[in-house]
């Protein structure tokens, strides 16, 4: 896979047949769409079979950080 974004992914790729199988874990759904993308786009691949996930980081992302952080706070205030 010559695709930059894709090739900094830690992607696996196997083929059989004419069938490429990916897996291995990404960070966003737009890298996972890019490496199926890709593989399909591939002279004489017939079928692309996706087993790529996407890793969750931490505890969230964006707002619901927060609101874990919030959620926090509040118990914890209530204890004094």
């Not at 737009?30 to 931490?58: C, L, P």
């Amino acid at each position: 896979m010559a695709d930059e974004t894709v090739k900094a992914a830690e992607i696996n790729v196997d083929v059989k047949d004419k069938i490429v199988t990916l897996s291995g874990s990404v960070d966003t759904q737009a890298v996972k769409d890019q490496a199926v993308s890709v593989a399909r786009a591939t002279d004489g691949v017939t079928e692309v079979i996706d087993k790529i996930t996407i890793q969750e980081h931490g505890y969230g992302s964006g707002s619901e950080h927060g609101r874990e952080m919030m959620g926090r706070e509040n118990r914890e205030g209530r204890d004094h």
